[in-house]
């Protein structure tokens, strides 16, 4: 627990984070180094890739960076993301639950790859939530049992 608060270290350089770093415990430098190792591998799926393709194509940079910021936010609260990740899948008409169950397989592997065990486990398990919301946004639609909630929807 004493190594919960890391991201305070940010300032003092990359290095010296790392080296702070503890089991469970991450890093800026670890987010860029899984996130990075991660859509390496979604880019070659032969699953995920094409989906990624269609709407990120070879510009890859601007959505890497902001996959940093995301993680960043979520397992060091710095707040750097500030996007809608609901809207962001929402278009994407193709998207099966079983793309999630491949996107968070690919996800635990990466991440065990990268991280210590303790570490891999918290990131798997805030992505297994998140998707889980994300999928509860894409697939669960109210409005099909109840129509009145249409009107109601914040699209
Ligand atoms: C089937 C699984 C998934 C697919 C195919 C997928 C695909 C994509 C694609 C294509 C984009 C780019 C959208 C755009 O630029 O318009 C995107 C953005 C993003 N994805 Fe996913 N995603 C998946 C699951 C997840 C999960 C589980 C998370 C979180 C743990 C996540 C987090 C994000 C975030 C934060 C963005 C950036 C949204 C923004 O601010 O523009 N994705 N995703």
Request: aromatic letters at 10%.
């Amino acid at each position: 627990m004493d190594n919960q608060n890391d991201a305070a270290g940010e300032a003092t350089g990359r290095w010296c984070v790392e080296a702070d770093a503890g089991a469970g415990v991450t890093t800026e430098a670890e987010i860029e180094t899984l996130v990075r190792a991660f859509y390496t591998k979604v880019r070659a799926d032969a699953e995920l890739g094409p989906i990624f393709d269609r709407v990120i194509g070879d510009n890859w940079e601007p959505h890497l960076q902001k996959m940093f910021n995301f993680w960043s936010s979520v397992m060091l609260t710095t707040g750097r993301y500030k996007g809608q990740p609901m809207r962001a899948h929402l278009k994407l008409k193709t998207v099966t639950p079983k793309h999630f169950d491949r996107w968070l397989m690919l996800f635990r592997e990466t991440a065990e790859e990268v991280c210590d065990a303790e570490t891999a486990e918290r990131f798997i398990e805030k992505a297994a939530r998140i998707a889980e919301s994300l999928q509860l946004g894409i697939f669960f639609k109210p409005e099909r049992h109840d129509p009145e909630r249409k009107a109601g929807c914040c699209g």
